[in-house]
C-alpha cells in the first residue's frame, strides 16, 4: 500500500479570495477579513497582488520584527513618491523622524495644542450651532481636524474645503490599489486625481518655500523642515520633502476627522454610553480610544518587506516580500476582544493598533488623540443634546482609510 504524504505545513484552500473585488473590501472589509484571520492569517490576496497580515499576532510580529524593515504600498508609492517617511529606513528614514518629531513631542504638544484647536473648534460650531441640524463629516469632524493641522503646518492660507478636496483625491490615488494578473495596477486612471492634486499642492506650496527658505517662520512646522539640524545657510531640498508633505497631507489631515466621526458613530450605537461620556467629559479619551480600536482610521495603508528568507504563521517567504498590515483587521480580532465589531467603551484596557507598532508607528499619536479630544469635548459643550438623524443612514468606506462618509445629527434649538 501506498500513501500519499501531505506537506508537513498544508496551505488552506484560499481560491475564494480570487473573488474578492476592490469595491467589496472598500465597502466592507470585515467578512473577508473574518475568514482571513480564521484560515490564514498571513495570506497572498489577489486583488491587492501582495500578502496582508490580518489578526494581532501577526501585524505585530511583522511591523515590530528585525528580519521586515518598511515599505510604501505599490499604489502609495506611485502617488506619494520617493522618499514618504512610511516607506523608508536607515538614515533617511531616521532624518525624516527627526524632521517631523520635535513638534509633535507630548512636552511641545502640550504647550499649544489647545489654543491651536479650541478656537477653530468654536469657530466651526458657531456656523452651524443654531441650525438643530447638521452632517458633522464635511461640516465639523474633517474641517477642525485640516484646520488644526493646515496651521501648524503653516498652511493658513488654504482654506479648509481646499485642504478637504486634496486629502480625498490623495487618499482616493494612495488606496488605488487593485493589480492584475501581471502585477500591473488594475485601474492606472485611478491615479489622475492625485496628479492633479499633487500638481496644485505644489502651485500653491512651492512660493510658500520659496519664501521659508528666505526668510524661516518660527510659527510653520514645514518652515522648520526645511532649516531644523541643516548646516548654516542650508535647507532641505524640497524634493526631498515634498513626499512626507503628502504624508501630511493625506493621512493627517484625514484620519483625526475620521476617528472623531467614526468614534461618535460608536457612541450613538450605545446611547447609554453616549450619555455618560457628554456628562462627563474626562471620558472622552476613552471614548476616543474604542472608537479607534472600532473603526481603525488607517484601516489598511502601511506595509512591510522582509529583508531575509522568514517563516510568518506558517507561511515561508523569500527575502525582498512585501506584507501589508491590515491594523483594522487586527483590531477585531477574536482572539483579544469579545464581540469586536461591536463598540465598547468598556472594554478591558488592551492595546490597539490603530497607530501601528515598531519603529514606523504614528508620530503624530499624541497630537491626533488631542485634535480628536478637544473637537468632541466642544462639540458637546456646545450641543448636549446631539442625537443620530435616523432618518438618514451612515456608510463607511475604504479599505486603506475608513471611516463614515457622512453623519446627519439633529438636536434641540
Ligand atoms: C500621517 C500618516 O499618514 C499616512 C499614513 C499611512 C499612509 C498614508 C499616509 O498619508
Known amino acids: 500500500m501506498t500513501t500519499i504524504e501531505q506537506p508537513a505545513t498544508a496551505q488552506p484552500d484560499l481560491s475564494w479570495l480570487d473573488d474578492v473585488t476592490m469595491t467589496d473590501l472598500e465597502r466592507d472589509p470585515y467578512p473577508v477579513y473574518e475568514r482571513l484571520r480564521a484560515e490564514a492569517p498571513l495570506a497572498f490576496v489577489p486583488v491587492l497582488g501582495s500578502y496582508v497580515a490580518s489578526t494581532a499576532e501577526v501585524c505585530r510580529e511583522v511591523a515590530t520584527s528585525p528580519d521586515f524593515e518598511g515599505i510604501i504600498t505599490p499604489a502609495g508609492g506611485r502617488t506619494f513618491g520617493h522618499p514618504a517617511i512610511i516607506g523608508v529606513n536607515g538614515e533617511i528614514h531616521a532624518d525624516l523622524r527627526s524632521m517631523v518629531e520635535p513638534a509633535l513631542q507630548p512636552s511641545e504638544v502640550d504647550r ?211 506584507v501589508m498590515l491590515s491594523y483594522g483587521s487586527a483590531n477585531h480580532d477574536t482572539g483579544l476582544y469579545e464581540a469586536p465589531s461591536a463598540y465598547d467603551m468598556q472594554r478591558p484596557p488592551l492595546p490597539h493598533l490603530a497607530f501601528g507598532a515598531g519603529n514606523h508607528a504614528c508620530a503624530g499619536i499624541y497630537f491626533a488623540n488631542h485634535v480628536m479630544r478637544i473637537g468632541l469635548e466642544e462639540l458637546f459643550e456646545s450641543i448636549p443634546s446631539l442625537e443620530r438623524d435616523t432618518g438618514e443612514g451612515v456608510e463607511f468606506w475604504g479599505w486603506g482609510f475608513r471611516g463614515p462618509t457622512s453623519l446627519h445629527v439633529t438636536w434641540e434649538v
Open 112 to 322: 499649544w495644542i489647545d489654543d491651536l484647536v479650541r478656537p477653530i473648534a468654536r469657530g466651526f460650531l458657531e456656523q452651524f450651532e443654531d441650525d438643530g441640524r447638521a452632517e458633522l463629516v464635511s461640516q465639523y469632524c474633517e474641517p477642525v481636524s485640516v484646520r488644526a493641522l493646515g496651521d501648524l503646518l503653516g498652511l493658513q492660507s488654504v482654506s479648509s474645503d481646499k485642504l478637504r478636496e486634496w486629502f480625498h483625491k490623495l487618499n482616493r490615488s494612495f488606496t488605488n490599489a487593485a493589480m492584475d494578473e501581471n502585477g500591473d495596477f488594475a485601474n492606472p486612471e485611478g491615479f489622475t486625481e492625485g496628479d492633479e492634486a499633487k500638481a496644485e499642492i505644489r502651485s500653491v506650496v512651492d512660493p510658500l518655500i520659496d519664501k521659508w527658505i528666505a526668510e524661516p517662520d518660527q510659527t510653520s512646522n514645514i518652515s522648520h523642515w526645511l532649516h531644523d539640524g541643516m548646516p548654516p545657510g542650508q535647507t532641505r531640498d524640497r524634493e526631498y520633502i515634498y513626499p512626507t508633505i503628502y504624508v501630511y497631507l493625506l493621512g493627517a489631515m484625514q484620519e483625526p476627522g475620521h476617528g472623531m466621526a467614526s468614534t461618535l458613530v460608536g457612541l450613538f450605537s450605545r446611547p447609554e454610553q453616549m450619555e455618560r461620556v457628554v456628562d462627563d467629559p474626562t471620558l472622552i479619551p476613552r471614548a476616543i480610544s474604542e472608537g479607534m480600536r472600532w473603526t481603525s482610521p488607517i484601516w489598511s495603508a502601511t506595509a512591510r518587506i522582509s529583508t531575509k528568507p522568514v517563516t510568518v504563521a506558517g507561511v515561508d517567504l523569500p527575502a525582498g516580500t512585501p
